[in-house]
Antibody, heavy 122, light 107 residues
Framework: QVQLVESGGGVVQPGRSLKLSCAASGFTFRTYGMHWVRQAPDKGLEWVAG????????KYADSVKGRFTISRDNSNNRVLLQLDSLRGDDTAIYYCARDRCISHGDCSFDLWGQGTLVTVSS | DIQMTQSPSTLSASVGDRVTITCRAS??????LAWYQQKPGKAPKVLIY???TLESGVPSRFSGSGSGTEFTLTISSLQPDDFATYFCQYYSSYLWTFGQGTKVEIK
């Protein structure tokens, strides 16, 4: 079954860290770029970070640059997001998504996970 | 950075109505635009990519048009399953940006 499953969310105090994981299955993971997108409560979608299919490049939104780190393990079909120096405005559902830049020459997101909730609160 | 402005933010419509949502880019983005549908408690789902290409399995009542800075998503005859929130997304230069979203409500 082609799917993405996120885990690692929870309640964390401001200034602390959290690591999110996204497990991929049912497709050739190493040929897809992967991303994290977040959605604050009752707000819109915000692209957070992306990583190339081979892990050779990473990009970040300005709002998280220097605090969040995206990485991937192509041997175990996982993409990770390390969240450091967390703030209240980082509270959101975090979705994992794949792009199809390599397979389709189009970089829209065609597969999403169900999301994991991160709440930053003292 | 390129900004995406989506309008309207909320739209009230009835079943059978023709609905149009607009997304404007702060500078030309060629045709690198996608449209997503999101229902409450669910992940987004891609409807249209490359501005006008219908994603496989998406009903043909959905269509996209435009290039450069102005884009539209049209639902030709609104169905009960279409009441949801719609987002545009620009993707190019290794950055991805979403519009603010349009909530389509029952009139």
């Amino acid at each position: 079954q082609v799917q993405l499953v996120e885990s690692g969310g929870g309640v964390v105090q401001p200034g602390r860290s959290l690591k999110l994981s996204c497990a991929a299955s049912g497709f050739t993971f190493r040929t897809y770029g992967m991303h994290w997108v977040r959605q604050a409560p009752d707000k819109g979608l915000e692209w957070v970070a992306g990583i190339w299919f081979d892990g050779s490049n990473q990009k970040y939104a300005d709002s998280v640059k220097g605090r969040f780190t995206i990485s991937r393990d192509n041997s175990n079909n996982r993409v990770l997001l390390q969240l450091d120096s967390l703030r209240g405005d980082d509270t959101a559902i975090y979705y994992c998504a794949r792009d199809r830049c390599i397979s389709h020459g189009d970089c829209s997101f065609d597969l999403w996970g169900q999301g994991t909730l991160v709440t930053v609160s003292s | 950075d390129i900004q995406m402005t989506q309008s309207p933010s909320t739209l009230s419509a009835s079943v059978g109505d023709r609905v149009t949502i607009t997304c404007r880019a702060s500078q030309s983005i060629s045709s690198w635009l996608a449209w997503y549908q999101q229902k409450p408690g669910k992940a987004p789902k891609v409807l249209i990519y490359k501005a006008s290409t219908l994603e496989s399995g998406v009903p043909s009542r959905f269509s996209g048009s435009g290039s450069g800075t102005e884009f539209t998503l049209t639902i030709s005859s609104l169905q009960p399953d279409d009441f949801a929130t719609y987002f545009c997304q620009y993707y190019s230069s290794y950055l991805w940006t979403f519009g603010q979203g349009t909530k389509v409500e029952i009139k």
